[in-house]
């Protein structure tokens, strides 16, 4: 009996042991005051970026100004364009025409200004604004197109002018980056529009004349070819969309080659070989589709007998690699490694082609082209490689990640 009562107190004391064990490891750390301090700061202001990297609208501005009255510990706190209040969250409401016309002289002169009670006078004996400090959102030498607020209820304390500084300093610099942001969206459909700009009149001609030739021998090829080319420029000159799919780019390429093959008769030979797990992988639009066309175009119509067109994508992890290689008549690596826009540029005075459009100018360009938005849209780690020499053919290879934030078809 002794042995199990022992038995028992040895159980019990082993349980209140475990049960002291999961307690201490389900006990949360406890910050100290400045981390706390720290974390809030950072929290507040990540929650105030993503609403400001949309740019500075109404909707936008309601959803900062409350997360970045607290970093300023103000009463009150607005954002202005010139004469118009976008949102102020806490005390001001009142003193709208006044804050207004202070933020308008602001944005005015660049200068950051502090008011006192008597410069904000009111009829309300009860009204409890003593001041405000009203800071000039410039943006990295940009001339100030709005201002913040900043409404005490007390006389303006240094730490509070200073505090609105640094906030302001950092509203112009998420400010800055959304516009960034949307410069770099222009560059990119401006560099689609460039990319539309150079699909050949030649080439229309040259493909119109092709089926016209099949009208009278072969009216139904005839009809199936003009049904392929209107589908190839009705995707190439779609109006919306900075994405799309590996698919539809293939389904152009392969209406393109189409036509192509009409043209050139057994002279075009094409290999594709396509991985289907990768098909609904997402690149930037008419990303491909330039480097098909500047294969046969720049590589393949100029060389004598038959030439090869191959076409790859594979699936590579968390990656799509595609290869497009031709064994036409290659282009100089001197003539590729020139940069537009560095110290050598390409000129118009390269050898044209049989179609009569320059040859090894017209095809970097094209590559450049894809190049730029391929680095602009994952990074530089995802440019072109080219390997080609003069007579050795042209091979581009590219690297395409299947899941990028932002990037969806």
Request: with cysteine; proline share 5%; glycine share 10%.
């Amino acid at each position: 009996m002794p042995t199990a009562l022992a038995a028992l107190a040895l159980v019990l004391a082993l349980a209140l042991a475990v049960g002291a064990v999961v307690r201490l490891r389900r006990r949360p750390r406890i910050a100290t005051a400045a981390q706390r301090a720290t974390y809030q700061v950072l929290h507040a202001a990540g929650l105030a970026a993503e609403p400001l990297r949309a740019g500075l609208t109404p909707a936008s501005a309601t959803r900062a100004v409350r997360h970045l009255r607290p970093l300023i510990g103000s009463a009150g706190l607005g954002l202005y364009e010139d004469g118009t209040q976008l949102a102020l969250d806490g005390l001001g409401g009142h003193h709208t025409d006044q804050l207004v016309a202070a933020a308008s002289t602001g944005i005015r002169s660049g200068r950051t200004a502090v008011l006192t009670i008597e410069e904000l006078p009111c009829e309300r004996i009860d009204c409890p604004v003593r001041g405000a400090v009203i800071v000039p959102l410039t943006g990295d030498g940009v001339t100030a197109r709005a201002a913040l607020a900043a409404v005490t209820s007390d006389r303006p304390a240094p730490g509070l002018v200073q505090a609105s500084l640094e906030t302001g300093r950092w509203v112009s610099a998420q400010l800055a980056l959304a516009e960034l942001d949307r410069s770099r969206a222009r560059l990119a459909r401006a560099e689609v529009r460039a990319l539309r700009a150079q699909i050949s009149p030649h080439f229309i001609y040259n493909a119109l004349t092709a089926i016209a030739s099949f009208v009278r021998t072969d009216p139904d090829r005839a009809r199936d070819l003009l049904e392929e080319f209107a589908e190839f420029t009705r995707y190439s000159f779609r109006a919306h969309g900075e994405f799309t799919t590996l698919a539809e780019e293939l389904r152009s390429i392969d209406r393109y080659l189409t036509i192509e093959r009409a043209r050139f008769g057994d002279r075009l030979q094409v290999r594709l070989r396509i991985a289907p797990e990768v098909l609904p992988v997402t690149l930037p639009f008419l990303c491909l589709q330039p480097l098909v066309e500047n294969a046969v175009r720049h590589g393949l119509s100029r060389k004598p007998g038959v030439g090869n067109l191959r076409i790859e994508a594979e699936d590579a992890g968390s990656e799509c690699h595609i290869t497009v290689e031709d064994d036409g008549v290659g282009m100089d690596p001197a003539v590729l490694a020139r940069r537009p826009g560095g110290g050598d540029h390409l000129t118009e005075d390269d050898e044209a082609d049989e179609t009569g459009e320059t040859g090894e100018a017209g095809q970097h360009v094209g590559l450049a082209n894809v190049d730029e938005r391929l680095r602009s849209v994952f990074g530089d780690r995802f440019g072109l490689i080219v390997e080609t020499a003069l007579g050795a053919g042209t091979k581009v290879s590219l690297r395409i990640p299947k899941f990028h934030p932002g990037v969806s078809a």
